[in-house]
Nanobody
Framework: QVQLVESGGGLVQPGGSLRLSCAASGSISSIGGMGWYRQAPGKQREMVAT???????NYADSVKGRFTISRDNAKNTVYLQMNTLKPEDAAVYYC?????????????WGQGTQVTVSS
């Protein structure tokens, strides 16, 4: 059984910062790519940032220069440092990880964490 548990969401003023964390646990043999996605009310879920097992990163144009994705392989954890937050960044943020268990590999999603950007 594999779980992804996110934390770090909350309410922040425009221009502020938040750091999201997502920890994978369970019967894990290996973790491939990891990423953060977000979904605002009435909108489709969109990719925010991804990081490969080797550390290569990819960002949505809307967050480049403001957000940084990183991972700690020893802790099976992926982070998203969000700076200079804007009201349009408000959404539920989900992490996704490609995880190999003993005999299978697939994508897993976390339950989501709310980010609210408002004065």
């Amino acid at each position: 059984q594999v779980q992804l548990v996110e934390s770090g969401g909350g309410l922040v003023q425009p221009g502020g910062s938040l750091r999201l964390s997502c920890a994978a646990s369970g019967s894990i043999s290996s973790i491939g790519g990891m990423g953060w996605y977000r979904q605002a009310p009435g909108k489709q879920r969109e990719m925010v940032a991804t990081i490969s097992s080797g550390g290569n990163t990819n960002y949505a144009d809307s967050v480049k220069g403001r957000f940084t994705i990183s991972r700690d392989n020893a802790k099976n954890t992926v982070y998203l440092q969000m700076n200079t937050l804007k009201p349009e960044d408000a959404a539920v943020y989900y992490c996704k990880a490609n995880i190999g268990t003993w005999g299978a590999r697939r994508d897993y999603w976390g339950q989501g964490t709310q980010v609210t950007v408002s004065s």
